[in-house]
């Protein structure tokens, strides 16, 4: 094997992530010792003077993108940092909303390059490193980071946060979570820090968020107890003890995200006030999440890849086909790691038509293990773009509807051809 050039700060994004992907042994070696040594000599833990970290099994990126779109709304310089992807490596920072040139993201891998010396690091923990350094370097007010997996273990848990957050707690990824849901409560918990607020999103918990939470004297702020909200036709309704928001616009992300977010908001003592939370919340977007690309046919891109994002996503379906009476087409494709039965499972009773399609990796599964979980005689594709081109030609009516899930692969090459149209 010829030995690999080292990029620098002038080369193009795509050498620094080639040389990234094999520079250690393992794309996902949870542990903090190797991370938090560079990130120390760097002085990167605290990246700005505010920090809210987001963990959960499930809607972590929309309650980052809420917090973002009100603090942006407030004036606050923002950072987000989330994964993964969809089209671009660029959308895993955003500073102001907005994605960084490829330049700015080589020059950062070149200054985590430089710190490292001989540590090995993984490229997720190479890329939140180069985040925390763009985060300082950019000077920015708020830094909101979104966990990878577990928390406890994940890379982004070497920053100095001031308000934790769990927004869901589920099971998935069994290889390296385990299948116990106390095992994976006690893993997220793991962000929470003394003395310092945490919140949780997920109606009763397991025992084990709120027992770590009284072992290191963490506040937390549990929905159903210390914050709650209901939801009253096109408006919803946010309470805190005596504190009362009315009437709040519905916003195009999960609700429960949306209350928990507020509730992070509320206990970082940043300074925000009601209309630029109404502001936030009617204008917050997100790439992959209950996504409308397209009128005619009305096409929904959505990354749920396990049963409670699936149940969330059949829910959301069901009230579009309710209103318009619309057929739902289908495109799906997962990762083979996933629960594929369950998933599918909860989609069943709102979809009319399948077409599942393969993926490519060490991690796909292919169409036919999806189709053992669906209706006999449901014809495969070797692709998503293939399934999207099959569910296009067969609507008879511009009122129905094509849904993309499954992952955010899948989701990422329908989206990617959307945005090369444009």
Known sequence: ????????????????????????????????????????????????????????????????????????????????????????????????????????????????????????????????????????????????????????????????????????????????????????????????????????????????????????????????????????????????????????????LPLPNAATALMALGLSELDVTDEHIVDGLANVKLAGRMQRVFESPFVLLDVAHNPHSAAYLSQQIEAIKNASGAKVHAVVAMLHDKDITATLEQMKSVVDYWYPASLKGPRAADWQTLAKSLPEGVQGHATPSDAFESAKAAIAWDGDMIIVFGSFYTVGEIADRFSQSE
């Open 1 to 252: 094997m010829s030995e690999q050039i080292l990029p620098t700060a002038q080369s193009p994004l795509s050498e620094w992530l080639s040389y990234l992907e094999i520079l250690h042994t393992s794309a996902i070696d949870l542990g903090l010792d190797r991370i938090s040594h560079v990130a120390q000599k760097g002085q990167l833990t605290k990246p700005a003077p505010k920090v809210i970290t987001v963990a959960g099994t499930n809607g972590k990126g929309s309650t980052c993108a809420i917090i973002e779109a009100i603090l942006l709304k407030a004036g606050y310089k923002t950072g987000v940092y989330s994964s993964p992807h969809l089209i671009r490596y660029n959308e895993r920072v955003r500073i102001n909303g907005k994605e960084l040139d490829d330049e700015r993201h080589s020059e950062a891998f070149a200054a985590i390059e430089a710190l490292r010396g001989e540590t090995s690091l993984s490229l997720f923990e190479f890329g939140t490193l180069a985040a925390l350094w763009l985060f300082l370097d950019n000077q920015v007010d708020v830094v909101i980071l979104e966990v990878g997996l577990g928390g406890r273990l994940d890379a982004t848990n070497i920053a100095d946060h001031d308000v934790s957050v769990i927004t869901s707690l589920a099971i998935d990824h069994v290889d390296w979570l385990g299948d116990d849901i106390e095992v994976i409560g006690f893993e997220k918990a793991g962000i929470f820090r003394s003395g310092k607020p945490a919140v949780c999103g997920q109606p009763e918990p397991p025992a084990s968020v709120s027992a770590h939470a009284d072992d290191i004297g963490a506040e937390l702020h549990q929905v159903g107890y210390q914050f709650d909200y209901q939801r009253d036709g096109d408006v919803w309704h946010w309470q805190c003890g005596a504190f009362d928001l009315r009437d709040l616009p519905v916003p195009g």
